[in-house]
């Protein structure tokens, strides 16, 4: 079955140190892939997507996430972490269906 | 941001009554999806529309059903609430299946 997987459900990072959110999914073809981040009492908000070509995609404020098809991973990365960036942060993964599922999220802390 | 309203953004009813909850669009995208949201699940699709008068299941469809006579609007109707149906509901839009997705700003529903 297809799924997202998150293995870290809380990280807490020190503001201005780099951050790497692991995704890992399970789909037998090619995916499209996405990273959604929420902030405390707000909705998804779109990062970034990769649906084909170069496989390290620029996002919105500063992010990026690099497709690996040999790990079946989407990482979701930033270089130096702002205590705003403190959210929840969800891979998701378009099925066979067109559906999208989600992964578990991903709660990040930042400690000034 | 797109325009997507949810309405109530906070109601608490009782086990056994009928709520409606409403999302309102002013996108007019083709694809409609209901969320629900709990602790450690992410987002779990309830239903989701494809156009007027068309709507299809999604993996938590039990105890729901949802209506769209109107390109703008998605109902998503509790007929008989239950506790476990106490959550955040998201409504999401999208102009093409399985693309990115737009996030309203959720209601908060709370089943005694």
């Known amino acids: 079955a297809q799924s997202v997987t998150q293995p870290d459900i809380h990280i807490t990072v020190s503001e201005g140190a780099s951050l790497e959110l692991r995704c890992n999914y399970s789909y037998g073809a090619t995916p499209y892939l996405f990273w959604y981040v929420q902030s405390p009492g707000q909705g998804l908000q779109l990062l970034l997507k990769?649906?084909?070509?170069?496989?390290l995609v620029q996002g919105i404020k500063g992010f990026e996430a690099e497709f690996k098809r040999s790990q079946s991973s989407f990482n979701l990365r930033k270089p130096s972490v702002h205590w705003s960036d403190a959210a929840e942060y969800f891979c998701a993964v378009k099925t066979s269906y067109d559906k999208v599922i989600f992964g578990p999220g991903t709660s990040l802390s930042v400690i000034p | 941001d797109a325009g997507i309203t949810q309405s109530p953004r906070h109601k608490v009813t009782e086990t056994g009554t009928p709520v409606t909850l409403r999302c309102h669009q002013t996108?007019?995208?083709?694809?409609m999806y209901w969320y629900r949201q709990d602790p450690g699940h992410g987002l779990r699709l309830i239903h989701y529309s494809y156009g007027v008068k068309d709507t299809d299941k999604g993996e938590v469809s039990d105890g729901y059903s949802v209506s769209r006579s109107k390109t703008e609007d998605f109902l998503l109707t509790l007929e008989s609430a239950t506790s476990s149906q106490t959550s955040v509901y998201f409504c999401?839009?999208?102009?093409?299946?399985?693309?990115?997705?737009?996030f309203g700003p959720g209601t908060r529903l709370t089943v005694l």
């Open positions: 996108e007019n995208h083709r694809y």
């Open positions: 990769y649906f084909s070509g170069d496989t």
């Open positions: 999401a839009i999208s102009p093409e299946r399985g693309n990115e997705q737009f």
